[in-house]
C-alpha cells in the first residue's frame, strides 16, 4: 500500500504471522504521528465535554470531527519511569530478566503497579511549534493523511466489492483512497478549515510529481500563484528537453481552455484529463498517460426519470446538455441512437445544473470521480457511462 502511492517507509516484507523485516534506522524521532476522525479514546477522556461542543464535534455524529480528519503529533514517553531515577524501566539490565523469571502477571502487580516502583508515563500531545527543528511537520501530515485514506478506502470498500480480482492488473500503481478524499471534500456537513483542505488537495495532486517529476508548489490562502521544481532532472527529460537551465512556468487553468492554450502557443505542453482534449480538435500527442479508474465522463439523469432515448422521434427530440459535445455524439452512434432525435446543447460549466434547475433537459453530461457526482447530488443520479479511464 505504502510503496504503490510513493509514501517512504523502511519495510521489506511482512508474512502472515505478522513477523516484519525492515531496514534498521539509526534515529528514530519521539514523535508519533496520529490521525483522528472521531472524539474518540485519549480526545474524548482528556477534554472535558469536548463531545457536547457543536462547533468541534458534528451532532448524531458518533464525535465526527466537524474539520474532518486531523493530525495530532505526540511525544512519545516509555509506559513507566522510576520514581527515583525518573528514566524509563525498561532501559533497567534487569527488566526483562525479572519479567521472565516471575512471569507477566505478577511482573505488572508487583513492580508496574507499584506506585513505589513505577509512575505510569503515557504519550504526551506536543505542540507544533516545539518540534519544527525536530522533524519537517508539514511532510509527516501529508504522509499520516494520505496513509489513513488508502487504509480507510480499503477497509470501506476494497475487499467488500473484491475489487483486488476486478482491477489489480490494470491499476498496479495506485489505490482508491482519492475517491475517499473527495467524498471527504464534497461532505456538505463538514466545515474543513482552509488549511486542511490544502493539505487534502496536494495529496491529490501527484500526476506530475510521480509521474512527470515535476513538484508542484501551490501557494496558501487565496493565491493563485503556482511554482514547479524538477526532482529528477534524468527522469524529467524521458518526456521533455534536456536543458540543465530550463526554468518551469506553470499555469493553472480549466481543462477546456487547455486545447485553445496549446493550439495558440501559449503553453508547451499540458498536464489535464485526456477525456477533455480529445473533445475538441486534435492540436496535441501524448507523451505519458496515467489511466485513472476513478475518472470518468458519464451521462447523468434526474433521480427516478424513465431514460429511453430510443423512443425520442423528429418532432419529439430530446434535449440533452453536453460539454463534451464529440464525446457524447460518439456514444450515441455506438448505441445506435438516430443523430435526428436528439439535440445536443453545447454548455460550458456545470451541465448537471440543466437537470437540477429545469425540466426541459432529459440527460446531461458530467466528468465524475468514481461517480462522486452521482453519489453527492440528491437530484440526479448515473444513467450511462460515456468514456470510462
Known sequence: MMWRNGLKHSYRSINSNGIIVSDFIDEISPIEVIVKRYCQGTDKNSYYDILENENIVLPNSNGEYLCGPYVRLDWRNPNHISPKTRKSLNENPYYYIYEQAVGKEEFFNKILANKLCAIPFVDKNITEDLVTHLIDVKQPKLSALKMFMII?????????????????????????????????????????????????????????????????????????????????????????????????????????????????????????????????????????????????????????????????????????????????????????????????????????????????YLLADAIVESYLTKTTNTHCTLWNGVVKR
Open 152 to 360: 480507510q478506502s480499503i477497509l470501506i470498500e476494497y475487499f467488500m466489492k473484491n475489487k483486488f480480482h476486478q482491477t489489480e492488473l490494470s491499476t498496479y500503481n495506485s489505490y482508491f483512497y482519492t475517491d475517499e478524499i473527495g467524498k471527504l471534500l464534497m461532505n456538505t456537513q463538514l466545515n474543513i478549515p482552509t488549511n486542511l483542505q490544502e493539505l487534502w488537495l496536494m495529496i491529490r495532486d501527484r500526476f506530475a510529481e510521480e509521474q512527470l517529476e515535476i513538484k508542484i508548489i501551490r501557494q496558501s490562502g487565496r493565491s493563485l500563484c503556482v511554482k514547479g521544481e524538477i526532482i529528477d532532472q534524468n527522469k524529467f527529460c524521458k518526456y521533455f528537453d534536456h536543458d540543465e537551465n530550463i526554468k518551469l512556468s506553470l499555469f493553472p487553468s480549466k481543462p477546456k481552455d487547455m486545447p485553445w492554450l496549446l493550439a495558440s502557443k501559449r503553453v508547451i505542453h499540458l498536464v489535464t484529463f485526456e477525456t477533455v482534449v480529445k473533445n475538441y480538435p486534435t492540436v496535441y500527442i501524448i507523451l505519458h498517460e496515467v489511466a485513472d479508474p476513478n475518472i470518468c465522463l458519464a451521462l447523468l439523469c434526474r433521480k427516478g426519470a424513465c431514460i429511453e432515448p430510443k423512443k425520442s422521434t423528429h418532432q419529439n427530440k430530446s434535449l440533452i446538455a453536453a460539454e463534451h459535445v464529440s464525446h457524447v455524439t460518439r456514444f450515441f452512434e455506438q448505441i445506435n441512437i438516430n443523430p435526428s432525435t436528439y439535440h445536443l446543447d453545447r454548455v460550458t460549466g456545470s451541465s448537471e445544473g440543466y437537470l437540477v434547475n429545469t425540466d426541459l
